[in-house]
């Protein structure tokens, strides 16, 4: 079998992932994706390729194509191979590619091995919408091949190595070189008018798909205060906290007719033409860096002479950090900043944007039409001053501000995209499909895999359905339109659920075991007070909301009860090196004669990417062993494919920078599918090493936080995510609060 090379691959048109998985292990169908992609790499001699390919994935097999198979039956492939469980894949962002003149911006995926480093390679797809649907079809063939692994498959279905996919190696014969992308991204017919459209399998998998809907997972703490309406895009006031002497934050809320892939293609482009029809203000930009995949830095240069007739011109630079959720949320941070390449300019004076965030969110498209709807909201800090001023005295002025002029690119990136219809139909362009194809499988295959049920959180942000659903219950619902509005959130804030369920996740018939305390000491101390800092303390789960009972038939979310297992240590380790098993360190707390006579510890091993490496390290106990037919049960002693599939954490900043909260969100996220995960399950424990570094956005975000780590109250929950009737309501397994934790009070702890 010629192995499969993947070496750089742009724009991916990977026609996959309808996440229907209970028919696709079993029931004689096998799973399928499928689509165009650009294929970029360096062969032997130096030389930089860019080729039009077919991409197809079936089950665990890959196969790339010069011509459409479908098209042109009988072709054979020219790379195939095998998606073995070792391959690790990444996200990391988005690449301004130039080549001979042309170009474009792509988003990037990575993929290596983690068994053998010189199998490594990259793949990229124009929009980053797509570049997540890749890698959810890559999701989709490892999880069958370990699947085939566990269930001991015909002896045709055992992996060889041999045939695994070698994502660093050259193809033997390399005839033609492409100029650049430019040649590629060309109006007419054939796959290559692909390039620049974006799919909306969101939309079609969204009946199946299943995520957390249009509500955080922790409660917010804003109070917004409608102030203006312009253009039918509203600008709100947070009120919470009205007589504070910050600034004052702000925001404008529309909704775009195209999908959030679209309207942040458009928000992203910096092509001058394209600016100028729907931004007053920043519509000269040009990119002066790029540090990585999800951030860059911008200057640009206005005219005042739209807001005031009497002001020299200006010039300012921003940074742009962005990241896209497992919902499909884009968050765009947008900050003052400096740079070394543009000093102070001659005839312009230096100014600072406020600072601003953008969120792009997935809506319901409506019953009696199919057209994609995206939430648009553009967030704002203001100088309180400033705002008072405007508002009390000389309200009328606030049109003439620099706020405003932001707050008013809502307006216009929603009256852009309803004038120019190519857009609307470049996002309705479906060019990532999915199929369960009707082949039969060998007799090791055709169990139904228990584990169908765990694939991708994180599907169209707006689903009103639940990927445990089978496809004839959904056709079976009735489409209603479920209104998610305030007296929704206050009715599930009465719903606070017991912990009468939760409890049967321990061994009911075991003697209680008296936890004490004091026997245990982490690193890390207890906080005395609220006002106490450098420490940690347990939280209530009331600030968190979970499944409810009836989340299968109306996605009703409830309060969080008690936590199941209770937090009794937390260690705040510096090391030199990311560290895995520290629960087998002769100082955990874990090997202490107190720690060994527990019935069952959890515990989580937050690995923090800085200089050095930190580890934050939290332990929940239980006073009763762990109940063996238990959903937690399942988890502890489950797979590890099962286990990333249900981690979920849920983060919420109560006290911090307003920027800092838009980053870290309060959106649940499953941590097997966003970073790496690597278990240890042994004695009475359960170690979970979450490796942060892994991911390109969660370093982003980390980097943030630790500028501000200092001045942050920062809340956890963790928990199983529940998927079946039987295993709702959910529960939370622990909790944990961090105050203003300081870098310099982390303990060294030697490998």
């Not at 409608?226 to 253009?231: G, L, M, P, Q, W």
């Not at 940074?319 to 070394?340: C, E, M």
């Not at 079976?476 to 509005?485: I, M, Q």
């Not at 008690?562 to 090997?591: E, G, M, Y």
Request: glycine residues 8%.
């Amino acid at each position: 079998m010629e192995e499969l090379e993947l070496n750089k691959v742009a724009s991916g048109r990977s026609q996959g992932s309808g996440h229907s998985r209970s028919s696709s292990v079993g029931g004689g169908g096998m799973f399928e994706s499928f689509g165009w992609v650009y294929h970029l790499g360096v062969n032997k001699i130096g030389h930089e390729y860019c080729h039009l390919r077919f991409f197809f994935i079936r089950g665990k097999h890959v196969e790339m194509y010069k011509r459409d198979p479908h098209e042109n039956p009988g072709i054979r492939p020219i790379r195939k191979g095998v998606v073995g469980p070792t391959l690790m894949v990444e996200e990391l962002g988005r690449r301004k590619v130039n080549h001979g003149g042309g170009g474009g911006d792509i988003y990037v995926i990575r993929f290596y091995n983690r068994s053998d480093e010189t199998k490594k390679g990259e793949i990229a797809c124009a929009t980053a919408g797509e570049a997540q649907k890749w890698m959810e079809a890559f999701d989709q063939a490892k999880q069958q091949a370990e699947f085939e692994l566990s269930r001991g498959g015909s002896a045709r279905n055992k992996l060889n190595p041999e045939d695994e996919i070698d994502l660093g190696g050259h193809r033997p014969r390399v005839r033609h070189y492409a100029r650049g992308l430019k040649k590629l991204i060309k109006i007419g017919e054939g796959p290559e008018t692909l390039l620049r459209q974006s799919s909306n399998l969101a939309a079609d998998i969204g009946a199946d798909g299943y995520f957390e809907k249009d509500v955080g997972d922790a409660v917010d703490a804003y109070e917004w205060k409608c102030v203006r309406t312009v253009n039918g895009v509203r600008i709100f006031q947070d009120v919470a906290d009205s007589d504070s002497s910050k600034g004052i934050i702000v925001k404008a809320v529309g909704v775009i007719d195209v999908s959030a892939d679209t309207a942040f293609e458009v928000l992203m482009n910096l092509e001058r033409r394209q600016r100028y029809e729907w931004d007053m203000l920043t519509g000269d930009l040009e990119i002066v860096d790029s540090y990585d995949g999800h951030y860059d830095v911008v200057y640009g240069t206005f005219s005042p002479m739209y807001l005031s007739r009497w002001e020299s011109k200006r010039d300012f630079i921003f940074s742009r950090q962005w990241f896209r959720g497992q919902d499909g949320t884009y968050t765009i941070l947008q900050s003052p900043a400096v740079h070394k390449k543009k000093p102070m300019r001659s005839g312009y004076r230096r100014t600072k944007l406020n600072p601003s965030t953008w969120e792009i969110r997935n809506l319901n498209t409506s019953i009696d039409t199919d057209t994609p709807r995206c939430l648009v909201t553009q967030m704002a800090e203001i100088p309180s001053v400033s705002w008072w001023k405007w508002k009390k005295n000389h309200f009328s002025k606030f049109e003439k501000s620099v706020p405003y002029a932001l707050l008013s690119q809502v307006a216009g990136l929603k009256e852009y995209i309803a004038a120019n219809p190519s857009l609307k139909l470049k996002s309705a362009a479906s060019i990532v499909q999915s199929k369960i194809s009707p082949v039969s499988v060998s007799s090791g295959e055709s169990e139904a895999d228990p584990m169908d049920d765990e694939f991708y959180d994180a599907m169209s942000a707006e689903s009103s359905s639940s990927d445990e659903e089978t496809d004839t219950e959904t056709e079976n619902k009735d489409p209603k339109v479920k209104l998610k509005n305030v007296a929704w959130a206050i009715r599930s804030l009465t719903l606070k659920r017991t912990l009468t369920d939760a409890n049967k996740e321990l061994d009911a018939k075991a003697a209680s075991f008296i936890i004490n305390a004091s026997q245990f000491h982490g690193s890390l101390r207890k906080a005395r007070d609220e006002a106490d800092k450098d420490c940690w303390t347990s939280p209530s789960s009331a600030g968190f909301m979970i499944r409810g009972k009836t989340y299968l038939k109306d996605s009703s979310k409830v309060t969080g009860g008690n936590p199941l297992l209770k937090l009794i240590a937390v260690d705040w380790f510096k090391v030199d090196k990311s560290t895995d098993r520290i629960a087998l360190h002769p100082k955990c707390l874990i090997q202490s004669e107190a720690g060994k006579k527990l019935p069952f510890v959890l515990v989580v091993n937050l690995q923090v990417p800085a200089t050095p490496n930190y580890s934050l390290v939290l332990y929940y106990a239980s006073d009763r062993p762990v109940n063996p037919n238990s959903l937690l049960a399942k988890f502890v002693d489950g797979s590890d494919m099962f286990r990333n599939a249900r981690f979920k954490l849920i983060p919420s900043i109560v006290e911090g920078y307003w920027m800092v909260k838009r980053a870290v969100g309060r959106k649940a996220c499953l941590l097997g599918k966003a970073v790496s995960c690597k278990y240890l399950r042994q004695d009475n424990f359960l170690e979970i090493d979450v490796d942060i570094g892994s991911s390109s956005v969660a370093r982003s975000i980390i980097g943030l936080v630790l500028g501000y780590v200092t001045s942050i109250v920062v809340d956890f929950a963790i928990l199983i995510e529940a998927r079946e009737e039987a295993e709702l309501p959910e529960y939370i397994l622990g909790t944990v609060r961090l105050n203003r934790l300081k870098i310099d009070s982390a303990v060294h702890l030697e490998a």
